[in-house]
């Protein structure tokens, strides 16, 4: 099953704009994690937030978590053509069980050069 | 790079057979997780493997199965394959099974099921 659902599902942008990416999630988190993916490769793992941090940043990212509202954002800044690809928001819901971080459906992320 | 490596790249079988997917997680860890990326989705989790014991597992049928060597490297099995089995197929390493570990990917294995 998958808790996150990440909107808008494309977004395509010029160079040099920033990009927005939301998720929201059904069930309570103990962390949420950012990935991304070019064209169908590994995931690589982006930013973590736990569920009592609100914000974060590293490097050109800013990820945001509204527990009450059960969402996160993630910005880009200053976006690069080499940023174009698919964006996955992941929690881990801390409330055992036997899965593991699941995963949302994804972002595609378009920058034009 | 992850230094989690995945083998092979692409796989072609056909449906009924069975087919053995191998990862080598990357240098200290001890914790590996497959999951299934269908064309266009998320990853699913199918299991987790934890110094060669199952740690967890999704909504994945018995036919799914894996191991975990000594050296923390592992397999998964598919048997009798269906059609709708064919995916990318992700293994990802981490450094323990707590909680808020980040996952280190290789780079997948794409079955196809003709």
């Known amino acids: 099953s998958q808790q996150g659902e990440e909107d808008p599902q494309a977004l395509s942008i010029q160079e040099g704009e920033n990009a927005t990416m939301n998720c929201s999630y059904k069930?309570?988190?103990?962390?949420l994690q950012w990935y991304r993916q070019n064209s169908g490769r590994g995931l690589v793992h982006l930013i973590l937030i736990r569920s009592n941090e609100r914000e974060k940043h590293s490097g050109r990212l800013r990820v945001t978590l509204d527990t009450s509202k059960k969402s996160s954002s993630l910005l880009i800044t200053a976006s690069r053509a080499a940023d174009t690809a698919s964006y996955f928001c992941?929690?881990?819901?801390?409330?055992?069980?036997?899965?593991?971080?699941?995963f949302g459906k994804g972002m595609k992320l378009t920058v034009n050069p | 790079e992850t230094g989690v490596t995945q083998s092979p790249t692409h796989l072609i079988k056909t449906r009924g057979q069975q087919v053995t997917l191998r990862c080598s997680s990357q240098?200290?860890?001890?914790?590996v997780s497959w999951y299934q990326q269908a064309l266009g989705q998320g990853p699913q989790f199918i299991f987790q493997y934890y110094r060669e014991e199952e740690n967890g597992r999704g909504n994945f049928p018995p036919r799914f199965s894996g191991l975990q060597f000594p050296n923390y490297s592992s397999e998964l099995n598919v048997n009798a394959l269906e059609l709708d089995d064919s995916a990318l197929y992700l293994c990802?390493?981490?450094?323990?099974?707590?909680?808020?570990?980040?996952?280190?990917f290789g780079s997948g294995t794409q079955l196809s099921v003709l």
């Open positions: 992941a929690t881990d819901k801390g409330t055992g069980g036997s899965e593991k971080l699941v």
């Open positions: 240098s200290g860890h001890n914790t």
């Open positions: 069930t309570s988190i103990n962390n």
């Open positions: 990802a390493s981490s450094s323990s099974v707590l909680r808020g570990e980040k996952l280190f």
